[in-house]
């Protein structure tokens, strides 16, 4: 059973009176431990896919299985369990909380898991310490590099344990030597935790850095090529 799989995935948008398929009959799947690059021009396709994926938005028709759990059949209710629980979001943006420290952003998954105080903490710091910012735990997004945000967002999304990262465009505000670092780290987290990661990038050499690389144009799939080697 494959971690991921979709089948004829549709997505409509209507703007008036007109049809816009985002995403037509897409069919693929994804397996457990993979790094995956999903890239296209804009309007191709490529974000519509990763937040139907990741549990954000809806198709339009279609089917789309999670480890096997039709998620088409879900409510809010355990939509939002599987965002929390299974998926590790990482944005362009970073979506920190200014006004709050490192190690708060990053406990923010577990505020609904019942953990003590105290337990969240040690975890928070934990996945901190795992993408090199022990000893910046204390310091609010103002007092850290693009790159050092960037890892506070990867860390949070780190610290639940989920099997999934969805990273939408991770390196589009950091410089290139900054970009090569996170996209190391990445990396790492794939061959050493076996993590699964989905990356949305428009950079060719972005998408190096993965082992498989899918090309969306006009809402399809074009091309799927994996890495020999």
């Known amino acids: 059973m494959s971690l991921i799989e979709v089948s004829d995935l549709r997505k409509v948008y209507k703007l008036g009176d007109i049809d816009v398929n985002a995403l037509v009959d897409v069919s693929t799947s994804i397996e457990k431990g993979e790094f995956v ?14 937040n139907v994926l990741g549990c954000l938005d809806q198709p339009t028709g279609g089917r789309y299985l999670l480890e ?3 998620v088409g059949r879900l409510n809010r209710d355990e939509l939002a369990g ?5 998926i590790g979001f990482v944005f362009q943006g970073f979506n920190l909380l200014s006004r709050t420290s490192a190690v708060e952003n990053v406990e923010l998954p577990l505020l609904y898991d019942g953990l003590s ?22 310091h609010n997004p103002n007092q850290l590099s ?22 939408d465009e991770p390196t589009g ?12 780290l990445f990396v790492k987290l794939n061959d050493e935790a076996n993590i699964t990661i989905i990356l949305v990038t428009h ?27």
């Open 173 to 184: 505000n950091l410089d290139t030597k900054t970009s090569v670092e996170i996209m190391d």
């Open 117 to 138: 105080a105290r337990e969240r903490t040690e975890r928070a710091r934990r996945a901190l310490k795992s993408v090199g910012l022990e000893g910046r735990e204390d």
């Open 146 to 167: 693009g790159g050092q945000q960037q890892r506070v967002a990867i860390a949070r999304a780190l610290v639940n344990n989920a099997p999934i990262i969805l990273a």
């Open 82 to 86: 599987i965002r929390n629980k299974k």
């Open 68 to 70: 096997g759990t039709d």
């Open 203 to 229: 950079e060719p050499d972005i998408a190096t850095f993965s082992k498989r690389t899918i090309k969306f144009l006009d809402g399809k799939i074009m091309s799927d090529e994996r890495k020999k080697g």
């Open 37 to 50: 690059a999903i890239m296209g021009p804009s309007g191709s396709g490529k974000s519509t896919f990763m």
